[in-house]
């Protein structure tokens, strides 16, 4: 192959520039994990025989993670840790039972006004021994009120088990089946989904989607990305386009051949079918300046590459779009 002075300078004139966008992350998507898989979008996707390896988790994607148990509370304006709505954690022991705590406050007063004043439950102790004596008393005192609260503690703690254990016994059964999610709990919650088929119709779609959605990526066609792509996928690939055109750049993948696929997995949220599929393909892939020359890539040698696509469509509807790309390790 020719070296050709001015390409290679260009080149490097503007590598700074385009060190976040090789070649090989330069086709649509340019190399990052995006997009949607509904309630699986943060979940790995099963390992096939063509990304028999680790998936990229995704890196940017408009699917909001589930809070978990290991997440902190958020702080309120008073600089408190305020529970989250619907959070399972029990309230203060001075929330539950207001009237014991009111009780020992009440005895604990008391005591107290008792040693202040030279009088108290066991003012006898004092005699005429003057403040030693009161102070003695009052340790006597807190100490008799602690056991009087600790046997009331323990009685109502008691009584409220056994409350809890005869209500429980008849919820138990169909509603109280194991497994059954609670709407009061902070665990997070996946959407209802079932596993489906794929036809061989299917298979030649995700094909001929990968094939067509590299063209327009190419020739910057964002009318026909909107009908192949999730509003989400057609936003980043925009983004992604304008990028490559501030910098005076374009990105060309053509000559797209199909190498080989694999199912990772396909399933059922509601009335939206999703498929995620592994994709092996080859391609020449080219990053030029507005004159034309090479900047990354090359016009001549193909590119091989990996990826997860998820497809999803409305059932009734029956077109398949793009809704995620990932990177296959």
């Known amino acids: ?183 009061f709990s902070n665990q997070p919650q996946q959407a209802p989904s079932q596993e489906v088929t794929l036809t061989p119709d299917d298979y030649s779609a995700f094909q001929q989607l990968l094939i067509n959605i590299q063209a327009a990526w190419s020739a910057q066609d964002m009318m026909s990305l909107q009908r192949m792509a999730t509003p989400e996928m057609v936003s980043y690939f925009n983004n992604q386009l304008s990028e490559l055109t501030s910098r005076g750049a374009r990105n060309i993948v053509s000559d797209v051949q199909f190498l080989r696929g694999d199912l990772s997995e396909a399933w059922r949220e509601g009335t939206i079918t999703y498929a995620t599929v592994a994709l092996q393909y080859s391609a020449i892939d080219v990053t030029t300046d507005s004159m034309g020359n090479v900047l990354d890539g090359s016009k001549t040698e193909r590119q091989t590459v990996t990826e997860l696509w998820t497809f999803l469509r409305a059932d009734g509807r029956g077109n398949w779009i793009l809704s995620a790309i990932q990177q296959a390790g």
């Open 1 to 183: 192959m020719r070296i050709r002075l001015l390409p290679l300078a260009t080149a490097a004139f503007c590598l700074p520039l385009f060190a976040l966008a090789p070649a090989a992350d330069a086709r649509a998507g340019m190399g990052s994990s995006m997009g949607s898989r509904g309630s699986r979008t943060y979940t790995p996707p099963p390992r096939t025989s063509v990304t028999p390896n680790w998936t990229r988790p995704m890196d940017r994607s408009m699917t909001p993670r589930s809070p978990s148990y290991s997440s902190p509370a958020p702080e309120s304006s008073l600089g408190r840790s305020a529970p989250a709505f619907g959070s399972s954690a029990r309230p203060p022991f001075a929330m539950r039972h207001p009237f014991l705590t009111g009780l020992a406050g009440g005895f604990l007063g008391a005591g107290l006004f008792g040693m202040l004043s030279g009088h108290g439950f066991f003012s006898g102790f004092s005699g005429a021994g003057g403040g030693g004596g009161s102070f003695f008393g009052f340790i006597i005192q807190v100490l008799v009120v602690a056991f009087i609260i600790n046997l009331i503690i323990k009685f109502w703690r008691k009584r409220s088990a056994n409350n809890t254990s005869s209500g429980s016994t008849g919820s138990s059964g169909m509603f109280g089946a194991a497994g059954e999610a609670s709407p």
